[in-house]
DNA sequence: GGTAATCGTAGACACAGGTAGACCATCTAC
DNA sequence: GTAGATGGTCTACCTGTGTCTACGATTACC
């Protein structure tokens, strides 16, 4: 029997619209601050800690590891970002965030929730809540 | 004062992320029946209708014009969508689906409905219907 | 009737994405 | 030590996407 939801959009539908509209609002965000979306990406992805690898930060965020590189050469260039050789291996890289990129960070991520708060403003507290909760359940970080 | 999710990823990473996510399940599941991503993307588009014109589904689906014109293309040479000149207006070409076009829509958004349900798998009924309550909300179609 | 605008189509262009291969430095196994 | 594997980097492709331009057909405006 079809459901009430029968004729809505398909979720990738829905979702690829959200992600678009998402990305229009925060890459002027991003730009004022002179950071480009990746770059923002790497940020915070070591927000939590040095990554050891370059690969796995690569795989942290989604994206090649020969991509990553421009990203991190432009974001060591800046100083917001450190590469230095893991003494115990050192093919490794470890990528750390400096504090000049923690306070950009900082910044970016202000924004950017103010941006969210907005986009989300006429949803109801509840639904929002189950909206995060649901994402966070479906998209977990590829790390585990 | 930080709020209990101030530490979780931003909504443009996560939605990122479930889109990769969601792209991979269905992209099999079309091509199993010979369908492209945007292909499909046209025939739900004209699910509830014809489009009046080329240039109007090609917004209602998110897609530049003279991208659209090697799927109608593929459609159109499988039976799927007819391209007919607007009586009234005869630069316009209204895209209607086909009885066959219809048949195929229907098996695939099967496939797709079946993959969505998969994925929500393991979230409560109540939070699965706030998540697509607020997608529908936050991700409006642009056609109004 | 003549000019401008619109629609569909095609082609060129720049740009971002992933993949693959090669290279060098380095580590591990033997 | 030597051979193989791994990590970072660079380069070269192939693909997909959007923008731009041009063109023919058609319509709308004056």
């Known amino acids: 029997m079809p459901q009430p939801d029968d004729r809505r959009d398909d979720l990738g539908a829905l979702l690829h619209r959200l992600v678009r509209r998402v ?84 910044g970016c991520r202000a924004d950017v929730r103010a941006m969210e708060e907005g986009l989300l403003a006429d949803v109801p507290a509840d639904d929002r809540a189950a909206f995060l909760r649901t994402l966070l359940r479906v998209a977990p970080p590829p790390a585990g």
Chains 1, 2 share one sequence.
């Open 23 to 106: 990305l229009e609002l925060e890459t002027p965000l991003l730009a004022a601050r002179g950071v480009e979306m990746w770059d923002y990406a790497v940020l915070a992805a070591l927000e939590s800690g040095p990554a050891q690898t370059q690969a796995r930060l690569a795989a942290a965020i989604g994206r090649d590891k020969t991509r990553l590189i421009a990203s991190l050469d432009r974001l060591e260039g800046r100083g917001l970002v450190a590469r230095e050789p893991d003494p115990a291996d050192r093919r490794n890289r470890i990528v750390t965030l400096t504090p000049d990129g923690r306070a950009l960070l900082a």
